[in-house]
């Protein structure tokens, strides 16, 4: 028996922080296309997606909510599933980087690198970014200080560490790089090469001591792992790597590609890389950096408000509409902008007008002409060699667009044939067939071409839009009779039997009114802000007695210095009225000490002191933050020291 040629293709592992948006959907979506294709040619598939747990922003988030780590993992974690499910996609596996699987696993890999030399001990002092969980050289920090990938500004991190040498693997990732498609598409390339092999690469700090959400350092637990390690090991720790079980790596490992947007394509093409090559095992076989969805040209970000979410696009337009959008829309590997008036044109003009025309002109006229009845017989047309010609050309293009990931293209190639069989029922002119009896051979054979053609673009867009195939082959009364609908099958024009009876079905695509639904979606998604406003939990209700406990006074920061032990917090001395309170806050990575001084900000002066990491703290500066992002200290600039605040 033949076995059958394995193929693993995964997706970045999404942080559980928040409600995925449509940018996420697309890399998934994407997957899921390459992995429904790939089965259906016969490859021995495996699909790889999952959520990556650890780490200072999760811990953070989760605090906020004022829940425990894995409980408010665990909320996040049952919405992406639901959210992958509405959008059927076909994963294998999911991973999630909290299962014991993988933290041990993880611990086991660390400690590999560790005894070979390629992880030792130092100390590191850094520019980093709290969101985006990386550190930054100044050269490549804009303005010096900010975090090239979000703008935010980064803070100095010093801290005992553990370091990969990376720098060791250097030469080796730069002949990976020049040969074979590591990376793909051909510009990521250039961009990596300019922007991080050349100047050099550095070793690379995998440990952390100032939070505890993360794996731990087997043999030194006050360390976890850094995300970035414990994450991209995920592709690897889901096939049992490192585990009593390791078939499954041994049959899919290495992935033939990993799919990630370009913000990461820097980790999964140094450092991955890098760490497979420190464990001896193949790298991947490719990488590919898709482009970002832009909204109104920037990127999507829910602070900013310009998001779209997957799951109200399903309920109102059906999933195939997404996904036949996400991947006809943009060119893969470049960046693209969202706005909803071309998701509405899209489609109309290709699905309800392009596809859904065809499918219900073609199952109306066999009904009406037929009683429904395909017959198959030699009455050929002059125009029928064209379109099965067209047919033969487009297929041998499809093949080899999907195989490059070029769905956009891939889908292109079929409508042209969408519309090629559309303009051959202009050609033939069914109806006028219909009106002599003499011509009924002729338009069984037109009818029957018709239904053949549409069997195949099904077919060919069956791993692309699923739902919308089978409807299809609902409709052309060939469904359950998969000889039909298989790959195989779209080699030949010509395979629906004589004798199958069509069905008059649902509308596939209803045509949409382009101003109502571009209003309806600025409305769904600015609703959706106010929502998560609406959605605030408030604490039990208080008496004025209750509020009347709490001693606000207006305070002015006469001196501020950072913390000698921790950088996350300032420590200010404030003058309120006739004394001075030393109060610490975890402010510094928004406020410099310097910009401290001389603001009148609003203290609560009767909260019972506490020591901050050794330093006493006599009260509170009042703070506004959202979930950690951005925070901003309410000031009372003007006010006497001293005077209450109610
Ligand atoms: N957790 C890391 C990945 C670790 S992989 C070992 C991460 N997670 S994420 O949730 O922030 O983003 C994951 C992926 O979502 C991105 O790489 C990208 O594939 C996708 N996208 C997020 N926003 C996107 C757009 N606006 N447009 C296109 N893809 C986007 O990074």
Redo the contacts with the bound molecule.
């Keep these: 028996m033949n076995k059958k040629p394995t193929f693993y293709v995964t ?5 559980p922080s928040g409600k ?2 449509i ?2 959907a ?2 998934t979506i994407a997957a899921d296309a390459i992995a429904r294709f790939k089965r259906f040619c016969g490859y021995d598939v495996r699909f790889l997606t999952g959520t ?1 747990e650890h780490g200072e922003k999760i811990q953070k988030k989760a605090h906020e909510a004022g829940m425990k780590e894995i409980d408010f993992l665990d909320a996040q974690i049952a919405e992406i599933k639901k959210l992958w499910e509405k959008l059927e996609i076909s994963n294998d596996d999911f991973i999630r980087t909290t299962e014991e699987r993988h933290e041990k696993a993880i611990q086991k890999i660390f400690t590999k690198l560790y005894e070979k030399g390629d992880i030792y001990k130092g100390s590191y002092e850094g520019n980093y970014c709290v969101p985006c969980e990386s550190f930054w050289t100044e050269s490549q920090m804009i303005d010096g200080c900010k975090c090239p990938d979000c703008g935010r500004e980064t803070k100095i991190v010093k801290e005992e560490s553990y370091f990969f040498k990376l720098s060791k693997y250097e030469d080796r990732i730069r002949d990976l790089f020049e040969t074979g498609n590591f990376i793909a598409p051909e510009s990521r390339k250039n961009e990596m090469i300019k922007n991080f092999l050349d100047p050099g690469l550095e070793d690379l700090s995998v440990t952390r001591t100032s939070f505890d959400w993360g794996i731990k350092v087997p043999f030194d637990e006050k360390h976890v792992i850094y995300v ?1 390690v414990d ?2 090991c ?1 592709y690897i720790t889901a096939l049992g790597y490192e585990s009593d079980d390791d078939t499954l790596y041994k049959k899919y490992w290495p992935a033939n590609v990993q ?3 370009k ?2 394509v820097r ?2 093409t140094i450092i991955w890389p890098a760490l497979l090559m420190a464990l001896d095992i193949p790298v991947s076989k490719q990488v590919f950096g ?5 909204f109104a040209d920037d ?2 970000s829910k602070s900013k408000g310009n998001i779209v979410y997957p799951g109200q696009m399903v309920d109102r337009y059906g999933v195939d509409a997404l996904k036949y959008f996400l991947l006809r829309e943009f060119s893969f590997g470049q960046d693209g902008s969202y706005t909803h008036r071309n998701f509405i044109n899209r489609i109309n003009s290709d699905l309800a007008n392009d596809l859904g025309n065809l499918v219900s002109r073609t199952v109306s006229m066999v009904e009406k002409y037929n009683d429904g009845i395909l017959v198959k017989n030699d009455a050929t047309t002059e125009f029928d060699e064209s379109l099965i010609s067209l047919y033969k050309e487009v297929r041998v293009e499809f093949e080899r667009q999907m195989n490059d990931l070029m769905y956009h293209e891939a889908l292109e190639s079929i409508w042209k044939f969408v519309r090629r069989t559309n303009k051959y029922i202009d050609e033939t002119m069914p109806w006028a067939l219909a009106k002599d009896e003499a011509n009924k051979d002729v338009l069984n054979n037109v009818l029957y071409n018709l239904c053949e053609s549409i069997r195949l673009i099904a077919t060919l867009f069956n791993p692309l839009l699923p739902a919308t195939a089978v409807e299809i082959y609902e409709q052309l009364g060939i469904k359950g009779r998969e000889e039909l609908y298989n790959w195989e099958s779209t080699d030949e024009f010509g395979l629906i039997p004589d004798g199958v009876k069509v069905h008059k079905g649902k509308v596939l695509f209803p045509r949409l009114d382009v101003e109502e639904e571009v209003k309806i979606l600025e409305e769904l998604f600015a609703e959706k802000i106010v929502d998560q406003e609406k959605a605030i939990e408030h604490k039990k209700e208080i008496t004025i007695d209750d509020f009347d406990k709490v001693e606000l006074r207006v305070g002015k920061v006469v001196k501020c210095e950072k913390h000698p032990k921790a950088d996350k917090l300032l420590v200010s001395q404030i003058k309120i009225g006739s004394e001075i309170r030393q109060i610490v806050s975890g402010i510094a990575a928004w406020y410099n000490p310097e910009d401290m001084i001389g603001k009148d900000v609003v203290v609560v002066c009767n909260l019972k002191p506490v020591k901050l990491r050794g330093i006493e703290s006599q009260g509170m500066i009042l703070a506004a933050g959202d979930n950690g992002d951005d925070l901003i200290i309410p000031l009372a600039t003007g006010a006497t020291d001293g005077v209450e605040v109610r």
């Design positions: 997706t970045p592992i999404y942080y995925l948006h940018g996420h697309y890399t990556d970035w994450a991209l995920n799919l990630v947007a913000e990461i980790f999964h898709h482009g970002w969805i832009l990127k999507m």
